[in-house]
């Protein structure tokens, strides 16, 4: 790979921006030293680890990796025959194992996981027993714990004991010398690791002992007396025996470890694999990247969607625009121009860059669709190449490059020029890149390269494998636009740029005039061809938005048909319900005049009186049912009076639309909270109506209309035998009531065979209710003739 080229193209400046976003410096350092590949298999993998990570990422978007130490020299070490780890070495390890653990864990939890990381879980271990042993043996500062051995504990708290000892004896000393030798403020303090006391000079000679140290003035002394010495010697031998018993607590420490220590050089691998692999993704996200599709074939073109600089991505100055390029497999080489400052170099960079990253393994910033060559080499004269050192001019270097390039060049290489045929004589430079370019073209080299020169605009023939393009200018604001157009070549706009700075009109329309006439004609072709293209782009983009207009339109229309289907389909099934509702509740009013009627009778009132009485009551019923209808505002009648119930907190309540049946929890404004079994819904009021079950007290009626039945109470048949006839009347009607309530299609009315009383009656009965479709014997599976079965509605 050409290392000239990715320096040119600034590959290592945007490998640095993707490597700080790795959390080790092992992870930085794998991201650094990340170079293209040329095997189409190998970069279609990594990208795919990368996408995978990118799914990881958007998954669990708070997650990061653990702590990554660099243990590979504990590791190196760890293999050695004896070795004792230092307690900071054996801390990283345990860490190392946490964060692998950890790791391994959460690559499992997801569904379906990441096949193509499976060469990072499989490398992740789980070894929570040896965690356990580094736990208690070190901290992070490198400290051996007194939870390493029962043994280390017993010689550390002895030695507390012969430290407290010691200090407690040196204070009691201090307190029996005699003032003159005593140091005001003196106090029991450590000099070369022993307990010593503060004494003037002169009192040396009386007090004994060992001086340690003294003060910058001489005047005081600091002495070990003798009677500390013997407890500090054993202070000493105890602290010997604390070193012995850590050493041994390391080693053994050590010794535990070592055999999985091929496993543990793994796990870091792993957590630096997905470290690097988790940075890349993460930069992705960052810059709206989606992973390219690797084409085997380079000859079978290129085509890149909403491609865009990374550079420019990281730097966060405003929004950068995106470009497309496709290249037909017969089209090797693109020649762009346009004016200065237009951003033909930052163009040629920036597809360079997607290239070489892709065959990095690092997802480049482009759209989906973009579809990729690999490329075995990359070349790029892009720049001024000068260098004094070398006494090369600018056109000099650029004349080796070009000579270096034209001679490795072939069907595998990418080639990115830029300024082609500059820094010359024009007309020399100009035959000079052509040749160039054909030379390219033949090659099979995939080229692109930017120019001013008229003569290359020229190229773009039929069959010669030469295409224009063009980076837009806008030319009434005199800015560039950064708009990739491909088969059209661009203006310089020279003259135009130089009078908008302000240069002297005159000399300008003298410089107009010097213009050859056939470079001039070709410059107002291209005009009227770019005005022509931005009045085809205005329709094209008026278009779309009629046409997405016209798409939201048709939605709406179909949505507004589904709905209306939907209301059509639930008016239907409510209008059954309330016709279904306003039945029964109409028969409960006649009933209730009726039971009024016999009661007055029974208590000796007229019957004519009564009857016109009940005719009233009926009357008053329809009229409340006609008038709510009109209103729109209906309520169910329902009870043993008939009395106009209301939507009230804890009364039975059913829903119209679903006829379930509930509680009233609560009521807020014109909704409700509705407790139906274990469920509480929240519905409009005005869907609900009020539903009980009424008993009455009086025996002597023996009940009357008890509501619609509840779905316990829902009875396939009745059985009327041995009532009397007056008495299985009101059963009757109850029960066929409740039938048509419930939607049955059949009832069986049990009534036997006896006088044949009854069965003559009910035949009577179900003849003349217009809800009973028919009614037949039982057969003989049935009950025969002691069963009559009532049809309702359409059943067979």
């Known amino acids: 790979m050409n290392d ?58 708070s997650w990061a990796p653990g702590p990554i130490p660099d243990v590979r020299a504990a590791l190196a070490h760890l293999g050695a025959e004896g070795a004792v780890l230092e307690p900071l070495d054996l801390h990283a390890l345990g860490r190392l194992l946490a964060s692998s653990r950890l790791l391994g864990r959460e690559l499992g939890a997801h569904e379906g996981g990441y096949p193509e990381l499976a060469t990072v879980a499989d490398r992740c271990v789980d070894l929570r027993s040896l965690e356990g042993v580094v736990e208690r043996c070190v901290d992070e500062e490198g400290h051996v714990l007194s939870s390493a051995s029962g043994e280390l504990k017993k010689i550390r708290d002895r030695l507390r004991g012969a430290h407290a000892r010691i200090v407690r004896m040196l204070e009691k000393f201090i307190g029996s010398l005699p003032e003159r030798f005593v140091v005001a403020d003196a106090s029991v303090t450590l000099r070369d690791g022993r307990y010593v006391v503060p004494l003037r000079r002169e009192g040396k000679g ?32 105890l602290e010997r025996e604390e070193a012995r018993e850590i050493r041994r607590v390391l080693a053994e420490t050590t010794k535990a470890l070592a055999p999985e220590r091929d496993a543990i050089a793994g796990a870091f691998d792993a957590l630096v694999d997905f470290d690097a692999l988790h940075a890349r993704a993460r930069a992705a996200l960052a810059w709206g990247a989606a992973v390219p599709a690797i084409v085997r074939d380079t000859t079978a073109g290129m085509a890149l969607r909403e491609a865009r600089h990374p550079l420019l991505l990281e730097s966060g100055e405003g929004p950068v625009v995106p470009y497309d390029l496709e290249l037909e497999p017969d089209e090797r080489c693109l020649v762009v121009s346009g004016p200065n400052t237009g951003g033909k170099s930052v163009f040629l960079k920036a597809t360079g860059l997607i290239a070489a990253l892709a065959q990095s393994g690092v997802a480049p910033p482009v759209g989906p669709g973009t579809r990729l060559p690999v490329f075995r080499s990359f070349f790029a004269d892009i720049g001024d190449e000068q ?13 080796a490059i070009l000579s270096d390039l034209v ?109 050859d006439q056939g470079a001039a004609g070709i410059e107002d072709l291209l005009e009227r061809l770019e005005a022509r293209e931005s009045e085809v782009e205005r329709l094209l983009h008026e ?50 005049a009726i039971d009024a009627m016999r009661a007055a009778v029974l208590e000796g009132e007229d019957v004519e009186t009564a009857a ?21 505002t209906l309520r169910p009648t329902l009870g043993s009076r008939a009395t106009v119930r209301t939507i009230e907190p804890g009364g039975s309540v059913r829903v119209r639309d679903t ?31 009020p539903f009980e079950v009424a008993a009455e007290s009086e025996a002597r009626r023996g009940g009357g209309w008890k ?14 035998r041995g009532m009397r006839v007056d008495e299985m009347e009101l059963e009757l009607e109850r029960a066929l009531d409740a039938a048509v309530f419930e939607d049955l299609a059949e009832l069986r009315i049990i009534h036997g065979k006896g006088t044949g009383a009854l069965r003559r009656r009910v035949t009577e009965i179900l003849a003349e209710d217009g809800r009973v479709r028919t009614h037949r014997m039982g057969g003989p599976t049935e009950g025969g003739a002691g069963v009559t079965v009532a049809v309702f509605g359409g059943a067979a």
């Open 612 to 632: 016109r009485e009940a005719r009233r009551k009926v009357e008053r019923a329809a009229g409340r049912h006609r008038d709510a209808d009109r209103s729109g």
């Open 206 to 237: 009386e007090v004994g002992g060992i001086v340690h140290d003294e003060s910058q003035t001489g005047a005081t002394l600091y002495v070990e007396p003798p009677i500390a010495i013997e407890a500090m010697n054993r202070l000493r031998d």
């Open 707 to 720: 509501g619609p039945p509840r779905d316990e109470q829902v009875r396939l048949e009745v059985d009327l």
């Open 543 to 592: 278009l779309d938005a009629e046409r997405a207009r016209t798409e939201r339109q048709r939605t709406d229309v179909e949505r507004r048909a589904h709905t209306l289907e939907e209301a059509e389909r639930t008016s239907e099934g409510r209008a059954r319900a309330d016709a279904r509702r306003l039945l029964l509740e109409a028969r409960a009013e006649v009933e209730d």
């Open 407 to 515: 001679a490795a060049a072939d069907g595998g290489s990418l080639v990115l020029i830029d300024e082609m045929g500059t820094g010359t004589d024009p007309a020399e430079g100009a035959a000079l890149a052509r040749a160039v370019l054909e030379e390219l073209v033949a090659r099979g080299a995939t080229t692109i390269a930017s120019s001013h020169l008229g003569e290359l605009k020229q190229l773009d023939t039929p069959g010669s494998g030469i295409v224009n393009a063009s980076l837009q200018f806008d030319g009434a604001r005199m800015e560039p636009t950064y708009r990739l157009v491909k088969g059209l070549p661009g203006r310089s706009y020279g003259l135009a740029i130089a009078r908008r700075l302000g240069f002297p009109g005159h000399v300008l329309d003298r410089a107009d005039g010097y213009r």
């Open 659 to 689: 006829g379930a049946r509930g509680r009233v929890a609560e009521l807020r404004g014109d909704r409700a909270t509705v407790e139906v079994g274990a469920l509480r819904i929240e519905v409009p009021v005005t869907d609900l109506e």
């Open 4 to 61: 000239h080229a990715l320096e040119v193209l600034e590959f290592e400046r945007v490998l640095e921006r993707v490597a700080l976003r790795a959390s080790s410096q092992a992870g930085q350092a794998r991201v650094r030293s990340l170079r293209p590949r040329t095997d189409p298999d190998a970069i279609a993998r990594e990208l795919g680890r990368v996408s995978a990570v990118m799914r990881f990422v958007g998954a669990a978007p």
């Open 387 to 399: 260098s004094i050192a070398r006494s090369l001019s600018t056109f000099s270097a650029h004349l």
